[in-house]
C-alpha cells in the first residue's frame, strides 16, 4: 500500500508517472465540470486545468490522499498547449512540510512534460490534512 | 482586440450540486470523503461536503479560456488561494478585472464567490499579450 500523504517528508520525489489525456476522459472531464470555451477552439485542445487534474490523479497512485485534505491554494504556469490523446510525464516532490496543532500543512511542487521532454504545465499546490489520518481516500 | 485596464471579464456562473461534485470526483479520481460522503463530512469543521478546489478552479480557468482563447493554454499563469469552501446549493460566480500590463503581459485579479457574496477563491491570472483575447462571452450553467 502506499503511504498516506500526510507521512511525506520534505524533500521527498514522488516516482514519476506517465498518463494519457484519452479522449474518452478527457470529454468526461469537460461534461464534469461544464466547460464550454475549451471547445470554442480549434483543434481539440484540453482545458489545463484537466492537465493538472489527471496529473495529480497520477500523483495519487503513488500516495494515498489521506481523508479531510483540503486544498489550500494553487499557482500554476501553463506552458504549452496539449491535445487529447497525448501522453504526459508528471514529477513532483514535497516542496515544504510543517506540522501545527494536528494538521500537515504541505506544499507540493509538479512539473509535466510531453512525450518529448517539452514542458506542459508547472505549478505548486498547498494542501492541509490531518497528521496521521487513518485510511485513505 | 486586447482587454485594457479595468476591463471587466465576462463571468462564469455555475450552481455547485452534490452531483456535480460526485462526477468530478469520478473523473478526478479524487474520493476524498470531504467531497462525497455527507456522513463523514458532517463530522469534520465543514459541517457537510465542500467541492473540490480543482473544480472551482476549472470555472475560473473556463473564464480565462472564454477571454484570452489559446493563449492561456500557451502561457497563462494562476495563484490563487481558496478562502472559503463551495458547498451544494452554492451559485458560484467567476469574475475578474485586468488590473495591470506589465512585461507584456495582461494581469488580472480573479476571484470565485457564491450567492451569499462570500469570496471563495482569490487572486491573480495572468496571459501574454498578443491582441488575440475573444472578448467578453458570458457562460452561465
Known amino acids: 500500500m502506499p503511504p498516506s500523504l500526510d507521512e511525506l517528508p520534505k524533500g521527498y520525489q514522488f516516482p514519476p508517472f506517465a498518463f494519457e489525456l484519452s479522449p474518452e476522459w478527457v470529454r468526461e472531464y469537460v461534461t464534469?465540470?461544464?466547460?464550454?470555451?475549451?471547445?470554442?477552439?480549434?483543434?481539440?485542445?484540453?482545458?489545463?486545468?484537466?492537465?493538472?487534474?489527471?496529473?495529480?490523479?497520477s500523483l495519487l497512485e503513488g500516495a494515498?490522499?489521506?481523508?479531510?485534505?483540503?486544498?489550500?491554494?494553487?499557482?500554476?504556469?501553463?506552458?504549452?498547449?496539449?491535445?487529447?490523446?497525448?501522453?504526459?510525464?508528471?514529477?513532483?516532490?514535497v516542496a515544504s512540510r510543517g506540522e501545527r496543532q494536528g494538521w500537515v500543512l504541505m506544499?507540493?511542487?509538479?512539473?509535466?512534460?510531453?512525450?518529448?521532454?517539452?514542458?506542459v504545465m508547472s505549478g505548486r499546490a498547498m494542501l492541509t490534512m490531518p497528521a496521521n489520518a487513518e485510511g485513505g481516500s | 482586440?486586447?482587454?485594457?485596464?479595468?476591463?471587466?471579464?465576462?463571468?462564469?456562473v455555475k450552481e455547485i450540486t452534490q452531483e456535480k461534485i460526485n462526477r468530478y470526483a469520478q473523473a478526478g479520481g479524487d474520493g476524498n470523503p470531504l467531497h462525497t460522503d455527507p456522513q463523514f463530512a458532517a463530522k469534520t469543521m465543514f459541517g457537510g461536503t465542500i467541492a473540490h478546489g480543482m473544480l472551482i478552479l476549472a470555472y475560473l480557468s473556463e473564464m480565462m479560456t472564454a477571454a484570452f482563447g489559446e493563449d492561456w493554454l500557451s502561457g497563462g499563469r494562476l495563484k490563487v488561494r481558496f478562502?472559503?469552501?463551495?458547498?451544494?446549493?452554492?451559485?458560484?460566480?467567476?469574475?475578474?478585472?485586468?488590473?495591470?500590463?506589465?512585461?507584456?503581459?495582461?494581469?488580472?485579479?480573479?476571484?470565485?464567490?457564491?450567492?451569499?457574496?462570500e469570496v471563495l477563491v482569490a487572486g491573480e491570472a495572468d496571459c501574454p499579450r498578443t491582441g488575440a483575447c475573444l472578448g467578453p462571452t458570458e457562460v452561465t450553467v
Do not use: Y
Open chain 1, 32 to 57: 464534469a465540470v461544464e466547460d464550454e470555451a475549451i471547445g470554442v477552439l480549434e483543434g481539440s485542445l484540453v482545458p489545463p486545468m484537466a492537465v493538472a487534474t489527471l496529473a495529480v490523479r
Open chain 1, 64 to 93: 494515498r490522499l489521506p481523508p479531510g485534505a483540503i486544498h489550500l491554494g494553487q499557482d500554476m504556469s501553463m506552458l504549452k498547449p496539449v491535445g487529447a490523446g497525448e501522453r504526459l510525464t508528471v514529477s513532483a516532490q
Open chain 1, 107 to 119: 506544499g507540493i511542487e509538479l512539473n509535466v512534460a510531453d512525450d518529448n521532454h517539452a514542458p
Open chain 2, 1 to 12: 482586440m486586447t482587454l485594457d485596464v479595468g476591463a471587466d471579464l465576462a463571468p462564469v
Open chain 2, 83 to 117: 478562502k472559503a469552501p463551495s458547498r451544494p446549493g452554492d451559485t458560484v460566480t467567476s469574475a475578474g478585472r485586468v488590473l495591470r500590463i506589465e512585461d507584456g503581459r495582461t494581469v488580472c485579479a480573479v476571484e470565485c464567490r457564491s450567492q451569499r457574496d
